[in-house]
């Protein structure tokens, strides 16, 4: 399809970046494995480690979604429209996580990288899906935007993540060790 061509080394630079930020995220999560796990923990982790894996992971599927053959602009519209109403959906558990979890009081910058931003970005798809039949070009344009914004936004969240494991966690710990 001509209105997808030059956009593969775009999907793949994104696709490859998000796959190698994936397997960085496991590993980071496995470094810091041996800390004492406070109570309710996993709720954080639920609400703000897992939806940077699932950020990375969107921004996967919309690399190889939009390098794969299509024969019209319908199909990947209707993709992109799948995957921006999914993502909303899931925002909004993810909220709800946010507001539920005690083990953490979120800020602003917690509240505009976790829920504000990836709501912009996943409407962003479903905006792309609607006006794709009338203006393709654009389309692809907001698609880029929308995922460009979730591969950041994965980056932002990921390391926001570990320095609070590193400068928050640890150092209470050495603290802690040095008071007893």
């Given amino acids: 399809m001509t209105t997808l061509t030059g956009w593969a080394n775009f999907y793949v630079i994104v696709g490859s970046a998000a796959g190698a930020l994936i397997g960085l995220q496991f590993v980071v999560m496995t ?6 796990l406070a109570p309710n923990t996993t709720q954080a982790g639920d609400a703000f480690a897992t939806p940077s894996v699932i950020h990375f992971c969107v921004v996967l599927l919309l690399a190889a979604l939009d390098t794969a053959p299509w024969h019209g602009i ?3 519209a209707l993709l ?3 995957v921006g109403l999914v993502g909303i959906v899931y925002l909004v558990m ?6 539920r979890q005690t083990v953490y009081q979120p800020v602003f910058e917690d509240w505009l990288f976790h829920a504000l931003l990836p709501l912009l970005a996943y409407a962003l798809l479903t905006i792309a899906a ?3 039949y009338s203006y393709p070009r654009p389309a692809l344009f907001i698609v880029s935007a929308a995922v460009l914004l979730l591969l950041f936004i994965g980056i932002h969240n990921a390391w926001d993540g570990v320095t609070y494991h590193v400068f928050v966690r640890r150092r209470g ?3 802690n060790k040095r008071d007893e």
């Fill in 31 to 36: 470094l810091v494995a041996d800390l004492p």
């Fill in 74 to 76: 319908t199909t990947i």
């Fill in 80 to 82: 992109w429209g799948v």
């Fill in 94 to 99: 993810i909220t709800r996580r946010m507001m």
């Fill in 130 to 132: 609607y006006v794709a």
């Fill in 173 to 175: 710990q050495r603290e």
